[in-house]
């Protein structure tokens, strides 16, 4: 097809059938900034351009000659664009809005009782550091705002995933003199993700999910950690929201918060600074402040982590920017008048009586958990 561009005013010829979207995924032209007309006619995303289609791609952002994005802040060629902020910024200040999120995220968190922050800078912070993109970004940022606050890596014993995550993190930690704990399951409770998942007959996310929680948990309050961070971002907590209301869990959605207190049995304050970022955000902070991270996804994910819930809400997204974020924060938005009320007649939380960690019940899920797979694990690998 013969497809005519302007400024400048060039032709171009692209092997068709194709759709426009398609067609402008192979320009490199981002679709909210032009018009596709075929043949005279306007066309969307999905229309299919025939092989000897005659398509004008017409810019329609105005001000300025040129189809070039330019940054919100200094008005250089932009090299990153979001259309859920309608805005675009150059690689220089592309971090500020990163940043920025974050700061506002700890400083103004929806719906807590009198406006509280997520954490003070007298805080001490643990941050718990997978060695992706997410968890990497934050400590990066807290760091630059000055904030007191250590790593904590979990080894989870998944094989090459684990060592290499886990020596990009020291790599972090060392680089920028950062102190980093790290906690490996197999010398601390016996068993690794693989292995403990087959002992206890339970899904390998469910194993690894409760040991990282019950280990951040416990390493922050042996530390003497105020807060633990974690880099559950934008994209995590819209996935979880929606599994929720899908199964419509009250009890969930009623802890559904980037701030959790501080409760009783040893319970330590949670909090979700990058709440309010995508992860195409944080994976591009990266990028530009030179973060290596794991890119590779954990090879154990056995499909009921939420991926179908993130697609679906990547479709929701691409039809109109911005929905994701809409979602989540019209949700924390409400939660206060919402929840309020279930924080009187919470569930008694008290110390379990074999570890001493926050359970509902006598003994705590990870204790039960460890024993379950201490029964079948020969006794030779349990060191704690
Ligand atoms: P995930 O559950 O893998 O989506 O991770 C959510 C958050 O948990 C990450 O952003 C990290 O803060 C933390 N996390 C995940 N895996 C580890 C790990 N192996 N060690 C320490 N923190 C982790
Ligand atoms: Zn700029
Ligand atoms: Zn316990």
């Given at each position: 097809m013969r497809v005519r561009l302007r400024n400048p005013d060039r032709e171009v010829d692209v092997p068709g059938p194709r759709t426009v979207a398609d067609l402008l995924d192979h320009l490199d032209?981002?679709?909210?900034?032009v018009l596709v007309i075929d043949d005279g006619e306007l066309v969307t995303g999905g229309h299919e351009l025939a092989d000897d289609a005659q398509v004008e791609v017409r810019p329609v952002m105005s001000g300025g000659a040129e189809n070039t994005l330019r940054c919100v802040v200094c008005r250089a060629p932009a090299a990153i664009e979001e259309p859920r902020h309608r805005a675009a910024w150059c690689l220089a200040h592309y971090p500020d809005h990163v940043v920025g999120q974050v700061r506002k995220a700890i400083d103004h968190p929806p719906s807590t009782a009198h406006n509280e922050r997520m954490f003070s800078y007298a805080d001490r912070l643990l941050i718990a550091v997978s060695g992706g993109k997410d968890s990497l970004a934050l400590w990066d940022v807290l760091l630059q705002l000055g904030y007191r606050v250590d790593g904590l890596y979990v080894g989870l014993g998944i094989g090459g995933y684990s060592a290499r995550s886990q020596e990009i993190t020291e790599a972090f930690a060392d680089a920028r003199g950062a102190r980093l704990h790290v906690v490996d399951l197999a010398e601390e409770f016996g068993y690794t993700t693989p292995s403990g998942s087959q002992a206890a007959g339970r899904s390998t996310c469910g194993v690894c999910g409760l040991s990282k929680r019950y280990t951040f948990n416990r390493t922050a309050v042996e530390h003497g950690y105020d807060v633990l961070v974690t880099g559950h971002n934008l994209d995590d907590e819209a996935a979880t929201l929606l599994g929720n209301v899908v199964r419509w869990q009250d009890d969930f959605l009623a802890r559904q918060h980037p701030v959790l207190p501080a409760g009783g049995g040893n319970q330590v304050r949670k909090v979700k600074p990058l709440y309010r970022l995508s992860e195409r955000e944080t994976a591009a902070y990266c990028l530009v402040r030179g973060i290596e991270y794991v890119v590779e996804e954990c090879p154990l994910v056995d499909g009921n982590t939420g991926h179908e819930l993130k697609s679906a809400l990547d479709v929701l997204e691409a039809a109109s920017p911005g929905v994701k974020a809409q979602f989540l924060f019209g949700f924390l938005d409400r939660h206060a008048e919402k929840f309020a009320s279930d924080e009187d007649d919470d569930i008694r939380v008290g110390a379990c009586t074999s570890c001493g960690m926050p359970t509902?019940?006598?003994?705590?899920a990870f204790c039960r958990q460890r024993d379950a797979i201490m029964k079948v694990l020969p006794v030779t690998q349990a060191t704690a």
């Open positions: 032209v981002l679709p909210h900034t509902t019940g006598e003994v705590c």
